[in-house]
C-alpha cells in the first residue's frame, strides 16, 4: 500500500519579505491511496509535484510543486506531497519520477 498526503504553504508579499510562511497546514491530512508505484507516480505528476525533497535520492519522501500565484492578493500557493510506504516501492516511485 501507498499512502500520499499533502500539506500546503502560502507565502504573501508580506512574509516572504520575513522569510516567512503567511499559512501552512494540511492540504489533505487523510491522504490518497495507491496499490501500485505507477499509479502513485502518475498522481504526483497529474498534481505538478516536480520538485524532491532531496536530490538525487532513490528514497525521497516528499515532492512540491512550483508556487500557484493568485495575481490578485500576490500569494503563492505551494504543495507538497508526503509519500508514506516502503523502501522497494518508494525507489520504483523515485525512479518513475525520474530522480
Do not use: R
Amino acid at each position: 500500500m501507498i499512502k500520499i498526503t499533502t500539506t500546503y504553504q502560502i507565502v504573501s508579499p508580506e512574509s516572504a519579505e520575513q522569510g516567512d510562511f503567511h499559512e501552512q497546514g494540511w492540504h489533505n491530512e487523510d491522504g490518497e491511496v495507491f496499490n501500485s508505484p505507477s499509479e502513485a507516480a502518475e498522481y504526483l505528476l497529474e498534481n505538478f509535484a516536480h520538485h524532491p525533497s532531496e536530490s538525487p535520492s532513490e528514497l525521497c519522501k516528499s515532492w512540491s510543486t512550483d508556487g500557484d500565484k493568485d495575481y490578485q492578493s500576490g500569494n503563492e500557493t505551494y504543495y507538497t506531497y508526503h509519500i508514506e510506504t516502503f523502501e522497494p516501492a518508494l525507489k520504483e516511485i523515485n525512479k518513475l519520477l525520474k530522480v
